[in-house]
Structure formats: structure tokens, C-alpha cells
């Protein structure tokens, strides 16, 4: 079994600047995944970013980075340069190693202001 | 083509209708799942389909009925809905069952039970 934690309900950021999302975890699995994926309102959900828990550098993509504290089980995502389009509401996850069970946080809502 | 396509995109049923959401996609994706989302919550899932096998069902009650005619199309079959099962549900689909494999999302089916 698997949960997955977001603390942060709402956040907001100025245009252009850096936005860090939190995430801690816990699972029983010896291997995962943890992924970040954003649903923009009223449109579907993509996937930002995803780490492979038994690699121990950050992934990055673009704009889009992580902080990956395996042993605090921690999860965090970076989002540099803030544009308009980045506001969405965005969800942690953590699928277990069958890759059959995506568990979900709660979510962040993130507000990129002009 | 990465698109994962539902429809209807919005469902208005009553408590005694028979209706159906639909799921297709066209990635040769082996792996299909249904989740629920209700408002401002993550999504929850339901139902696991690998290769076109009924894999995980997540104790959903029993007027929520899948269906998987091939590999490419998922079918969910609603009957004597309540109200409190009015959500969004999305589908997804990956191209295994291990956790590796990315999940594509369909923009949802938003569901009205009156």
C-alpha cells in the first residue's frame, strides 16, 4: 500500500519566478515510481515529470525539476520561469512496482500570476 | 498519436437509467484503467484491464459494470446510479502493466446523476 501526501492546498507565484511543490510519500514496494502531473482546468491530465526510485539523480525537464530525498521520502517539484499556462491544479503520485496501482495526493493548486 | 479519447464528455442520467461511457485509444496500449474524480479531489481508482483481463477492481459497487471488446476500447456500463456517484471518470491507458510505463489520460466523462 502506498500514500502519497501534499501539504500545500494553494499556491500562488508571480510570473517568471520559482515555485516549489512539496510532496512526502511512504511506501512498502522496494521499487517505484513517483511521478508529478499537472490538470489544467477543464483540460485533461499530463504528465510533468517522473523518477525512478532506485536512480538516485533528479530528473529534470525543461522548466520542470525534482528534489528527491529518498530516505525522508521526499518528493518536491521545481517549476522555474512561472508562465501563465503552468496554472493548474498539480498531484504527486507514487505507482507501485506491478505498475497497477497509481496512488494520488491530494493536490496542489497552483495560481501563476501575471 | 497520444490521445486517449472519452465520450460523452458530459452524462445527465437518473437513478434508473442505463447508460455507458466510452474509452478508445490507438497507442497499441495494453493496459486501460478507470479512475473517479470528484470535485477537487485526486483521482481514485477503479477498475485495472491488462491485455483486455479484468486486473484490479477497487471494491466498486456493482451498478459500476466494465468492459473491455478489444485492445483498444474500454467500455463502462452504469446502472441504478446515486447521486453521490456524480464525478468526473477518466480513462487512462499505458503501454504495459509495469510501473515503468507512462499512464495517458482521457479528458474525462463528467457525470451528472439526478
Request: glycine share 6%; proline share 5%; hydrophobic share 30%.
Amino acid at each position: 500500500a502506498q500514500t502519497v501526501t501534499q501539504s500545500q492546498p494553494e499556491m500562488s507565484v508571480q510570473e517568471a519566478e520559482t515555485v516549489t511543490l512539496s510532496c512526502t510519500y511512504d511506501t512498502s514496494e522496494s521499487n517505484y515510481y513517483l511521478f508529478w502531473y499537472k490538470q489544467p482546468p477543464s483540460r485533461q491530465m499530463i504528465l510533468v515529470i517522473r523518477q525512478e526510485a532506485y536512480k538516485q539523480q533528479n530528473a529534470t525537464e525543461n522548466r520542470f525539476s525534482v528534489n528527491f530525498q529518498k530516505a525522508a521520502k521526499s518528493f518536491s517539484l521545481k517549476i522555474s520561469d512561472s508562465q501563465l499556462g503552468d496554472t493548474a491544479m498539480y498531484f504527486c503520485a507514487c505507482i507501485n512496482n506491478a505498475g497497477n496501482m497509481l496512488t494520488f495526493g491530494g493536490g496542489t493548486r497552483l495560481m501563476v500570476k501575471p | 498519436d497520444t490521445e486517449v479519447t472519452q465520450t460523452p464528455k458530459h452524462l445527465v442520467m437518473g437513478m434508473t437509467n442505463k447508460k455507458s461511457l466510452k474509452c478508445e485509444q490507438h497507442m497499441g496500449h495494453r493496459a486501460m484503467y478507470w479512475y473517479k474524480q470528484k470535485a477537487k479531489k485526486p483521482p481514485e481508482l477503479m477498475f485495472v484491464y491488462s491485455y483486455e483481463k479484468l486486473s484490479i477492481n477497487e471494491s466498486v459497487p456493482s451498478r459500476f459494470s466494465p468492459e473491455c471488446p478489444n485492445s483498444s476500447l474500454l467500455n463502462l456500463h452504469l446502472h441504478a446510479l446515486q447521486p453521490e456517484d456524480s464525478a468526473l471518470y477518466l480513462c487512462a491507458s499505458s503501454a504495459g502493466g509495469g510501473a515503468f510505463y507512462e499512464q495517458y489520460f482521457g479528458p474525462g466523462t463528467r457525470l451528472t446523476v439526478t
